[in-house]
């Protein structure tokens, strides 16, 4: 079983939808929750970061980490098509241990 | 703002080729990480320097040697290049190994 787990998609959606992006992560110890951006071709960057459970708001962005599950969300309110690009989602368990999912490829139509 | 600059952007090697991938930061960040992307495989870790003067292993290591130049910069090298290798790098830096990573924009390295 993979640390993280992220389902790569492809996710197609029409611009202003709401979008929801999810991980699931195997270990308990893991304190720090990512959401990255990687637009193409470019080097991925970061959007949200938090350590607890709980949701964190940035404009139109939530992140939300619910620890009991090992679950982590990403949600794009009013998605627009500059929100297209693949979204990872990275947990740091410990020292030097930054684990990546596999990143969502999201398509916004507009 | 720089950040995070690596070069080459993109490489085209014959298999036993060597090379080496030069990375360099200008944050004065303590950390720095050599990943590779591979579709459907997200981000692997090749090797990482928490600081200046050390380096370790990470998931992907062989195949690669790292050096740590000083503290902006941090090169991979691929002594013998095999198809395998053949990938998005992406280099990265972090004030400390548990703190954000900024990523620079990756050289794509198709070996032949």
């Not at chain 1, 389902?7 to 979008?19: H, K, M, N, T, Y």
């Not at chain 1, 969300?73 to 998605?79: E, M, N, T, V």
């Not at chain 2, 490489?11 to 591979?38: E, P």
């Not at chain 2, 992907?60 to 990938?87: D, M």
Request: charge should be neutral; include cysteine.
């Amino acid at each position: 079983q993979k640390e993280v787990e992220q389902d790569p998609g492809p996710l197609s959606v029409p611009e202003g939808a709401i979008v929801s992006l999810n991980c699931t992560y195997s270990n308990s110890a893991f304190q720090y929750f990512m959401w990255y951006r990687q637009y193409s071709r470019k080097g991925p960057e970061l959007l949200m970061y938090t350590y607890s459970s709980g949701n964190k708001e940035d404009g139109r962005f939530t992140a939300q980490v619910d620890k009991s599950s090992k679950y982590i969300s990403l949600f794009i309110r009013d998605s627009q098509p500059s929100d297209s690009a693949t979204y990872l989602c990275a947990i740091i368990q410990g020292a030097q241990k930054l684990v990546f999912g596999q990143g969502t490829r999201l398509t916004i139509n507009p | 703002n720089a950040g995070v600059t690596q070069t080459p952007k993109f490489q085209v090697l014959k298999t036993g080729q060597s090379m080496t991938l030069q990375c360099a930061q200008d944050m004065n960040h303590n950390s720095m990480y050599w990943y590779r992307q591979d579709p459907g495989m997200g981000l692997r870790l090749i090797y990482y320097s928490a600081s200046e003067g050390t380096t370790d292993k990470g998931e992907v290591p062989n195949g690669y040697n790292v050096s740590r130049l000083n503290k902006r910069e941090f090169s991979l090298r691929l002594e013998s290049a095999a198809p395998s290798q053949t990938s998005v790098y992406f280099c990265a830096s972090s004030e400390g190994t548990n703190d954000i990573q900024y990523f620079g924009a990756g050289t794509r390295l198709s070996v032949l």
